[in-house]
């Protein structure tokens, strides 16, 4: 069990099929962007006053900055994981194009100040 990877389960017990499930697909978000500290997971079960059952799963990466996170809703548990999954892949891929657009795109800074000029 890798040290980064955080999971926990609210209102069930988690079987370890799931708690595998979860750990193999932080473990590919953890090889695709080495710059997470953490990966934390939450299922939580619920009951709706129809009587279905309802599973929200939160996913939060801690990394430089500030830390990304995703929920999702649905009547079954993989379907929730999986689109969490996707939804932080979705946006580590974003926060790295947006680093990659910075570093070819530099902009100018203007300095409201009166630089002294080095002696020569």
Do not use: C, Q
């Not at 962007?33 to 953490?38: E, G």
């Not at 990304?68 to 999954?85: F, G, M, Q, R, W």
């Not at 892949?89 to 680093?99: G, S």
């Amino acid at each position: 069990m890798n040290d980064k990877i955080l999971i926990a389960g609210h209102h069930f017990s988690m079987s370890e099929a799931t708690r595998a499930d979860i750990e193999g697909m932080a473990e590919k978000l953890l090889k695709h962007h080495p710059h997470i500290v953490r990966i934390r997971f939450e299922a939580e079960s619920s009951t709706l006053r129809s009587g279905e059952r309802a599973y929200t799963v939160k996913g939060m990466v801690e990394i430089r900055g500030p830390d990304l996170a995703a929920s999702s809703t649905t009547d079954n548990l993989y379907k929730s994981i999986h689109e969490v999954v996707s939804k932080l892949e979705r946006m580590l891929n974003e926060k790295a194009h947006m680093r990659e657009d910075k570093r070819h795109h530099p902009h100018r800074v203007e300095i409201p100040a009166v630089l002294p000029k080095a002696p020569d």
